[in-house]
């Protein structure tokens, strides 16, 4: 069983600077990658950013240029790197990961998320 844990979260000012990190437990096949979501008060929850396994990654309009997806294989740890962070940043943030399940890699798991609160 998969267990993601994220930590990181916080206050902010307009601007400033977070880095969100998520320990990961557990099988996650080296075929498939993991990412950062997020959910604001009464609205859907969107994919910011996607890492996989080889590195490539990939990120919403909104945060292209400001945020920096980064994972450790080693340590089993997805980061997420935070910069000009805008109110409209203002989320719970979830560390997601994937599953290889008849030959494709499909979002399955998912941390208990972090608060983050962007402030004018």
């Known amino acids: 069983q998969v267990q993601l844990v994220e930590s990181g979260g916080g206050s902010v000012q307009a601007g400033g600077s977070l880095k969100l990190s998520c320990a990961a437990s557990?099988?996650?096949?080296?075929?498939?990658?993991m990412g950062w979501y997020r959910q604001a008060p009464g609205k859907e929850r969107e994919l910011v950013s996607s890492?996989?396994?080889?590195?490539?990654?990939a990120y919403s309009d909104s945060v292209q240029g400001r945020f920096t997806i980064s994972q450790d294989n080693a340590k089993n740890t997805l980061y997420l790197q935070m910069n000009s962070l805008k109110t409209e940043d203002t989320a719970v943030y979830y560390c997601?990961?994937?599953?290889?399940?008849?030959?494709?890699?499909?979002?399955?798991?998912w941390g208990q998320g972090t608060q983050v609160t962007v402030s004018s």
């Open positions: 997601a990961a994937e599953e290889f399940v008849n030959e494709w890699c499909g979002w399955a798991y």
């Open positions: 890492i996989s396994r080889d590195g490539t990654t």
């Open positions: 557990g099988y996650i096949s080296s075929r498939c990658g």
